[in-house]
């Protein structure tokens, strides 16, 4: 009986691990959501020929900022990235907070909240954010792919 107390403990500490985990699975848009198109801004009328997902991958997702979605509304959803960094001063918190919200068949940037350093003026988030992506030269979305296919900061490979 003893040689079993070992491994049937294991099995408990794995199962109430395993029950813990999918129990508590963590608020995340759809990926429909998050594989359509982001908008340019509303003055361009164009989207970005990049969809949500590539442009936070190629953003490297914002380094090692704990990252948390948070619905927001109906096809709405706020994405929060907090990191601490040193400053001159001692260690400072740092955060930004995007909200997304879907459009016909686009995502658009609604609003920006940051730390006291950071822009929150939408057009310029949205510029920031479109750098990575035409750096890296990611893959657009199928409608950008065609030759002649225009968006807003896009460059054609």
Known sequence: MRALAGPAMLLVIVGGFMIYRSASKQDAPSRAFTELEL????????????????????????????????????????????????????????????TFEKSADQVKLRSVDASKDASTDIDKNIDELLLAPNMRKSTPVDRCQKDGAAGYRFREK
């Open 39 to 98: 908008a340019g801004p509303e003055s361009a009328s164009l989207g970005s020929c990049y969809s949500l997902s590539t442009v936070l991958i190629a953003n490297g997702v914002f380094g090692n900022a704990l990252r948390t979605w948070t619905a927001a509304g109906k096809d709405k959803w706020t994405l929060g990235l907090e990191n601490v960094q040193q400053g001159y001063g001692g260690p400072v918190h740092v955060f930004r907070k995007f």
